[in-house]
T-cell receptor
Framework: NAGVTQTPKFQVLKTGQSMTLQCAQDMNHNSMYWYRQDPGMGLRLIYYSASEGTTDKGEVPNGYNVSRLNKREFSLRLESAAPSQTSVYFC?????????????FGQGTRLTVV | AQSVTQLGSHVSVSEGALVLLRCNYS??????LFWYVQYPNQGLQLLLKYTSAATLVKGINGFEAEFKKSETSFHLTKPSAHMRDAAEYFCAVLHSGGYNKLIFGAGTRLAVHP
């Protein structure tokens, strides 16, 4: 059972370049999320998607766009990368049938912007 | 607004000693609380969750946490630390606005020495 799969695992970008982080889940979850993890700040929500066809901003959405391609896939795009976007990015998914269900996380993408 | 505060960004214990990782929450509604663990270069894995069924919650790998409303706390404990427990631990509260969004604390890095 693959769970949540993210690609790529590592990426180095130059300032101003663009890229898309891919995420797919095979658990038939309705909700999907993108977080970024920075030292001393825990995980902060960038965007989330409650269901196929809907997306909403989280705590730190500036500089990012997302696309919920279908129920399985939720991508995160950086249109013009900046050094402040150097971080570890995590995709997660959860069932939203009950409010107490946990989120399942991918392995992360370590992004460096130089 | 809901939030969690983890006291101590770094905790160091000897193998076999008690592990205590502190988490305090702020919530205007009865909270759903979670503890996640992150091993080096891995994603987050659920340790345990509080969903109001019982105040003492047992999780995986011998960890447990007690919900104390009077103290607004949800501290994580383990009677005897193992070397393999060395990791980063995150406390999180479920956002009351729906869609199972998690609000994370800054994390506590646990070191276990022989």
């Amino acid at each position: 059972n693959a769970g949540v799969t993210q690609t790529p695992k590592f990426q180095v970008l130059k300032t101003g370049q663009s890229m898309t982080l891919q995420c797919a889940q095979d658990m038939n979850h309705n909700s999907m999320y993108w977080y970024r993890q920075d030292p001393g700040m825990g995980l902060r929500l960038i965007y989330y998607s409650a269901s196929e066809g809907t997306t909403d901003k989280g705590e730190v959405p500036n500089g990012y766009n997302v696309s919920r391609l279908n129920k399985r896939e939720f991508s995160l795009r950086l249109e013009s990368a900046a050094p402040s976007q150097t971080s570890v990015y995590f995709c997660a998914s959860s069932s939203n049938r009950n409010r107490n269900t946990e989120a399942f996380f991918g392995q992360g993408t370590r992004l460096t912007v130089v | 607004a809901q939030s969690v505060t983890q006291l101590g960004s770094h905790v160091s214990v000897s193998e076999g000693a008690l592990v205590l990782l502190r988490c305090n929450y702020s919530s205007s509604v009865p909270p759903y609380l979670f503890w996640y663990v992150q091993y080096p270069n891995q994603g987050l894995q659920l340790l345990l969750k509080y969903t109001s069924a019982a105040t003492l919650v047992k999780g995986i790998n011998g960890f447990e946490a007690e919900f104390k409303k009077s103290e607004t706390s949800f501290h994580l404990t383990k009677p005897s630390a193992h070397m393999r427990d060395a990791a980063e631990y995150f406390c999180a509260v479920l956002h009351s606005g729906g869609y199972n969004k998690l609000i994370f604390g800054a994390g506590t890095r646990l070191a276990v020495h022989p």
